[in-house]
C-alpha cells in the first residue's frame, strides 16, 4: 500500500503545530523547520503563544501555536495560513482551525477529544468535525495518545513523561507526510539531549513510531510531498530568533569596538529573551544587570555609558515610557546608548503578547524637549543582528542612544541565519578624546564635519569633566541659560544626529516602471516583499521599499516616495510612518494600508488592497 | 599627593549659609585626606539644591535626573569598578521619587558611597514638605500641616539590609570628614545622613545640635569599641533596658563606666544600632553621630566581576566567533 502513494514536489508549504501549553509545540515545529533547512529550504517560524501565565489544561486560552513555513528557495514571512494543522486536542482544533486553508490537511489525536476535552473547548455536540464544518476526508485522525503509551510501555517512564513525547508522534507523522530523513530528527535530538541519553532514545522511538503509522496506513492522504531545495546559498547556517540576533548583535558590535557590553533591563514581555541571552554569554565578559524597574534598567546603562562602557537597554512600549526620561539624559549629554524596543500591542498593557508597530512615534518624538535621536527598525528575525550592530556602531561612533525598534513578531519569529565572520563586520570606532586634548579638554567640543563631541571616558587623568541634564555653554560645558546658546545647542543636537550616514532606500520589483510602490518599515519587510511578488506574478508592475533607517531618513527618501504615481504605506499602526513621511517629504500624499490587530500583515489581505490601489 | 585645592572647582551658588556650603568644604577635605586621584573620582547627583554639589568638585561628574543618582551610579560602578562614585541625593531626591533605587542600592550592597543631605524640605521647588518631614509639618504645599508620617532615613536603610550607616551635622567638619571617610573606605554601599539646614524653607531645624555647644548635650558621637557617653563633662551614658535603650547618668544609683553599653558598629544584628539611630531629643536622647552600622559583606560589583571570571574558567568559549559555534550549526553545500 505505502509503495503507491503518489509523491506531490511543492513549492512551499506551511504546517502549524498547535496544542495545549505544555505539549511541546514549539519543539516539534523547531525540529521540523531545523531539519528542513539543513537540506536547504527556505524556513520561517512563528510562535503564537497564549497571553495567560498558565491557562487550565484543555481550555481555549491555554492553547499555543508554531507556525513553519518552508520554501524551495528563501521564503519570507511564516506564511498566511496553513497547509496542515495539527491539533494535539480539542481546545486548538477549536482556536486554531481559522489558521488553517480550506483544503488544509488536519492531523488530530483522537484520544484528546473525550468529552470532557470537548467541554472544555467548548463544543456543543459530540461530531465535533461537523460542527466546526471540517471534513473528514481531511482529517488524519490518530489515537496519539494510546499510540505513543503503548510505544513507550516499557520505558519505564511514568505517565507524566509518556504524555511530554505526544508532540514527537505528531512530528514522525509530518516528516512522513513531507517525505522528511527521520535520521535528521534522531540527529537533532541526540544532541539536544546530550545530557539525557534515555530521553532522546525515548522520542527517537516516538518519532519513528509517528513515522511508521504514517507509512504504514497511509494516514488517509491522497498523497505525500517534497520540498525541494533551489537557488541555495551555500555556507553555515543555525536558526535564529530575532531577540537572539539582537543579543548577538550587541555581543559583536562590544567585540569589535573593544568595549565592554553591559546590559540594564526589567522583564518585560516579549522583550526578555534578549536580557535572558545575554546573560548566558558571562565568558565573553558581558554584563546584565536585572534592575529594580524599567527605569533603573536605562538609568544604570547610561551611567555604564559614562563609565565608558557599551551601554544597551532593553524593553518593550510600556518600558519606553518609563525609561524615557533618562533616555532624554543620554540626548543632552550626548552619551552612547542602545535601547531596544521589542514593540507589542498598545496603548498601555495593551495585548503584551502580540505584535505591532504603534510605537514609532514615541521613539522619534515621546520626549521632553528638541530630543533628537536616530531610530532604526529591524526588518526580520536575522536583520536584528545587523540592525543592532549598526545602533551600537552609530552610538559610539556618534555619541548619541540609538533606539532600535523591533517587535514581537521579529523578536520571537525565527529564520536560517547564514554565519557571519566578525572580520567582515564593518569597524567600530567610538568617538574618544584623543590623547592631544589632555588637560585642556571640555566634553562638548565637537568634530566640526560631523558634529559629534569627544568622549573622555572616567579614569583617564586630565580629561575630568561634568555632564548634566542642564543646557550647557557650546564652548565650555558650564551651566547656560543664555537664550543663544540654547538655540544653538537644539541646532547642534539635531544637526549631528540629522549628519548620520545611513544606507539609501533600496527598491525592490519593478522599479523603473512600477504602477504602485509598497511602503513599509522594520519587521513587516517579508510579508510586503510577498504582496509585491504575488501582484507581480498577477501580471501589475509593482516596487516595495522598505525603511530601516527612520531617523535620519536615507538621503534618497524624498526622490524615491515622489517618482510613482500611487505610494502605498502599509503599517502595523494607524499611520505613523505615513505621518511621518508627509512631514518630511514635502507634497507627498500616499495611500495608506493598517491594520493593527496584533497579527502579522495576511499577504493575501495585502495583495487583495493593493490591487484595489492599483485598479483605482 | 592632591590637595583640597586639586578637588575644587567653581563658585557655589547655594543660598548664603546653607548647610551645603559646609558640606562641601568637609567633602574637598575628606577626598584630599584620603587622596584617591581625582580623575578615578566620580560625583553623581540626581535633581535638587544639593544635587548642585557636582559642579563644584573637580573630578569627573554627572548631574542627572531626579531620583536617578543611585541608579546611574550603579551602572557607572558595575561598568567601571575602579572609580571611587560619591552619590549625592537630597530627602526628596533620595527617599521620595528615588526611594527605590535608594533601597535597591542597599541590598545590592554596590560600593557607591551615598551621601544624603537631609534638610526635611523641598529647597529648589521653594518649600514644599519632605519624606522627611514630620508630621503636621506646615508647609506651602500642607498650609494645615501634613497628615503623613516620615521615613527615618536609618530605619529604612536598615530595613533593605544596608551595611553601613553614619550620621553628621553639616556644620561640624570634623565628624563629617570622619564619616565620608569611613563610608569611602567601607566596601559596599555606605549610606551617610547629613543633617542640613535649610535657611530659607526650614530655618532652625537641627538647632539643639547645629553649634557644637549643643552637640555637646544633645548628642552623641559613637565610636565602634567604645562607651556610649556624652555630655558636656561625660557625665551620661546609654544603657540597655528591657527591649530598649535608657540614658543614665554616670555616679547616680551605683552607676559606673563600665556599666555602660560599648559600641559594636560590625555588629551583624543591627538591633541595638537600629535604637541607636533612631534616638531622638524628643524622646530625651541624644541624636547619634558617627559611624553607626559597619559590617562588612560581599559587594555586587565584585561578585558579579568574580563571577564573570569563574565563567570564563568553565565555559568554552571566549570569543563571538566561538560562541556562534555552540549552536546547532547546518551546513548547505
Same mark, same amino acid.
Given at each position: ?352 503578547? =502580540? ?62 541565519? =547564514? ?177 493593527? =490587530? ?19 | 599627593?592632591?590637595?583640597? *585645592?586639586?578637588?575644587?572647582?567653581? *563658585? ?322
Amino acid at each position: 500500500m505505502a509503495e503507491n502513494l503518489e509523491v506531490k514536489e511543492l513549492e512551499q508549504v506551511v504546517v502549524r503545530f498547535s496544542g495545549d501549553s505544555g505539549d511541546g509545540m514549539q519543539l516539534a515545529g523547531n525540529i521540523f523547520s531545523t531539519v528542513s533547512a539543513t537540506i536547504g529550504n527556505g524556513i520561517s517560524t512563528f510562535p503564537d503563544y497564549p497571553a495567560d501565565i498558565r491557562a487550565p489544561q484543555g481550555s481555549l486560552t491555554g492553547v499555543s501555536g508554531f507556525q513553519v513555513h518552508i520554501g524551495e528557495g528563501k521564503v519570507y514571512t511564516p506564511g498566511d495560513k496553513c497547509d496542515v494543522l495539527v491539533a494535539m486536542n480539542a481546545a486548538a482544533l477549536k482556536t486554531q482551525y481559522k489558521h488553517a486553508k480550506p483544503q488544509a490537511t488536519i492531523i488530530i489525536d483522537t484520544d484528546s477529544f473525550g468529552p470532557k476535552d470537548l467541554e472544555k473547548a467548548e463544543f456543543k455536540t459530540a461530531d465535533y468535525l461537523a460542527e466546526m464544518g471540517i471534513d473528514e476526508d481531511r482529517v488524519v485522525a490518530c489515537p496519539i495518545t494510546k499510540m505513543v503509551k503503548d510505544c513507550l510501555a516499557d520505558s519505564g517512564m511514568d505517565n507524566k513523561a509518556i504524555m511530554k513525547c505526544r508532540n514527537m508522534f505528531a512530528l514522525g507523522i509530518v516528516c512522513w507526510l513531507f517525505n522528511r530523513d527521520v535520521t535528521l530528527v534522531e540527529n537533532f535530538l541526540r544532541e539536544k539531549f546530550a545530557k539525557k541519553p534515555q530521553i532522546a532514545e525515548n522520542n527517537i522511538k516516538v518519532v519513528n513510531a509517528g513515522f511508521n503509522y504514517g507509512h504504514n496506513t497511509h494516514a488517509g492522504v491522497p498523497a505525500t510531498y517534497r520540498i525541494e531545495s533551489k537557488n541555495k546559498v551555500k555556507g553555515r547556517y543555525m536558526d535564529i530568533t530575532g531577540n537572539k540576533a539582537t543579543a548577538y548583535g550587541l555581543i559583536a558590535a562590544a567585540e569589535k569596538a573593544g568595549m565592554k557590553l553591559f546590559l540594564g533591563s526589567y522583564p518585560i514581555t516579549p522583550a526578555t529573551d534578549v536580557l535572558h541571552e545575554l546573560a548566558k554569554h558571562k565568558s565573553l565578559g558581558v554584563t546584565t544587570v536585572q534592575c529594580e524597574d524599567e527605569i533603573s534598567g536605562c538609568a544604570s546603562a547610561v551611567g555604564a555609558s559614562f563609565a565608558g562602557a557599551m551601554a544597551a537597554t532593553s524593553t518593550s512600549g510600556p518600558g519606553v515610557c518609563l525609561k524615557s526620561e533618562a533616555i532624554n539624559l543620554a540626548v543632552i549629554d550626548e552619551l552612547p546608548l542602545v535601547i531596544i524596543d521589542v514593540q507589542r500591542g498598545g496603548p498601555s498593557t495593551g495585548l503584551p503578547t =502580540k505584535s505591532e508597530q504603534t510605537d514609532l512615534l514615541q521613539a522619534l518624538y515621546g520626549r521632553n524637549g528638541e530630543s533628537p535621536m536616530p531610530v532604526i527598525a529591524a526588518t526580520s528575525p536575522t536583520d536584528c543582528f545587523d540592525a543592532v550592530y549598526s545602533a551600537a556602531k552609530i552610538a559610539v561612533e556618534h555619541l548619541t542612544p540609538v533606539l532600535l525598534l523591533t517587535d514581537a513578531y521579529v523578536a520571537n519569529g525565527s529564520a536560517a541565519w =547564514k554565519l557571519p565572520n566578525i572580520a567582515e563586520l564593518p569597524e567600530i570606532h567610538p568617538h574618544y578624546a584623543p590623547e592631544s586634548m589632555k588637560g585642556n579638554y571640555t566634553p562638548y567640543k565637537r568634530d566640526e564635519e560631523t558634529l559629534v563631541r569627544y568622549w573622555g571616558i572616567p579614569g583617564r587623568e586630565g580629561f575630568t569633566h561634568i555632564l548634566g541634564g542642564l543646557e550647557k555653554d557650546s564652548d565650555t560645558g558650564a551651566i547656560s541659560t543664555d537664550p543663544e546658546n540654547h538655540d544653538k545647542m537644539c541646532r547642534l543636537r539635531a544637526g549631528k544626529v540629522a549628519r548620520i550616514p545611513v544606507p539609501d532606500l533600496e527598491v525592490l520589483g519593478d522599479k523603473d516602471d512600477a504602477e504602485l510602490l509598497i511602503v513599509g518599515f522594520g519587521g513587516t519587510a517579508g510579508h510586503l516583499y510577498s504582496a509585491m511578488e504575488e501582484l507581480r506574478k498577477k501580471g501589475h508592475k509593482v516596487a516595495a521599499a522598505q525603511f530601516k533607517f527612520i531617523n535620519p531618513l536615507p538621503k534618497n527618501t524624498a526622490e524615491v516616495l515622489m517618482k510613482y504615481k500611487k505610494v502605498v504605506v502599509a503599517e502595523q499602526n494607524l499611520g505613523q510612518l505615513a505621518a511621518y513621511l508627509r512631514a518630511k517629504v514635502d507634497g507627498f500624499v500616499p495611500y495608506q494600508f493598517n491594520q493593527v =490587530k496584533g497579527q502579522p500583515f495576511v499577504v493575501s489581505e495585502l495583495v487583495e488592497s493593493f490591487e484595489e490601489i492599483i485598479n483605482k | 599627593m592632591f590637595t583640597i *585645592q586639586d578637588y575644587k572647582k567653581g *563658585q557655589p551658588r547655594w543660598c548664603p549659609g546653607c548647610g551645603d556650603h559646609f558640606f562641601l568644604a568637609s567633602l574637598h577635605k575628606a577626598m584630599a585626606e584620603l587622596g584617591v586621584p581625582p580623575y578615578e573620582t566620580a560625583v553623581i547627583s540626581g535633581i535638587g539644591c544639593s544635587s548642585r554639589l557636582p559642579y563644584y568638585v573637580n573630578t569627573y561628574a554627572m548631574q542627572t535626573i531626579h531620583g536617578r543618582a543611585a541608579a546611574i551610579a550603579t551602572g557607572a560602578k558595575v561598568a567601571n569598578p575602579n572609580l571611587t562614585i560619591w552619590q549625592i541625593s537630597g530627602d526628596g531626591d533620595g527617599l521620595a521619587i528615588g526611594g527605590n533605587h535608594f533601597i535597591h542600592a542597599m541590598r545590592r550592597n554596590i560600593d557607591l558611597n551615598m551621601i544624603l543631605l537631609n534638610n526635611r524640605i523641598y529647597g529648589l521647588t521653594k518649600g514644599q514638605y519632605s519624606p522627611t518631614s514630620p508630621r503636621g509639618f506646615v508647609s506651602k504645599s500642607s498650609p494645615f500641616g501634613t497628615v503623613e508620617d516620615p521615613f527615618r532615613p536609618a530605619e529604612l536603610c536598615f530595613g533593605a539590609r544596608g551595611r553601613f550607616f553614619a550620621r553628621a551635622v553639616a556644620t561640624d567638619a570634623a565628624g563629617t570628614v570622619e564619616v565620608l571617610k569611613a563610608a569611602k573606605q567601607h566596601k559596599g554601599a555606605s549610606v551617610c545622613e547629613i543633617l542640613q539646614n535649610c535657611v530659607i524653607f526650614n530655618n532652625g531645624v537641627y538647632d539643639s545640635i547645629y553649634k557644637s555647644e549643643g552637640r555637646k548635650k544633645n548628642a552623641i558621637y559613637v565610636k565602634h569599641g567604645e562607651p556610649l557617653i556624652f555630655g558636656e563633662n561625660n557625665e551620661f551614658g546609654l544603657v540597655q533596658e528591657g527591649f530598649g535603650l535608657k540614658v543614665v547618668k554616670i555616679g547616680e544609683n551605683g552607676i559606673t563606666e563600665k556599666d555602660i553599653l560599648v559600641h559594636d558598629a560590625h555588629c551583624e544584628d543591627n538591633t541595638l544600632q537600629l535604637k541607636l539611630a533612631m534616638m531622638d531629643n524628643e524622646h530625651g536622647f541624644p541624636v547619634a553621630l558617627g559611624v553607626i552600622r559597619d559590617v562588612e559583606a560581599p559587594t555586587y560589583e565584585t561578585a558579579v566581576a568574580e563571577q564573570i571570571e569563574e565563567v570564563k574558567g568553565k565555559k568554552k568559549y571566549h570569543n563571538f566567533m566561538e560562541l556562534l559555534e555552540t549552536n546547532d550549526i547546518w551546513e548547505v553545500k
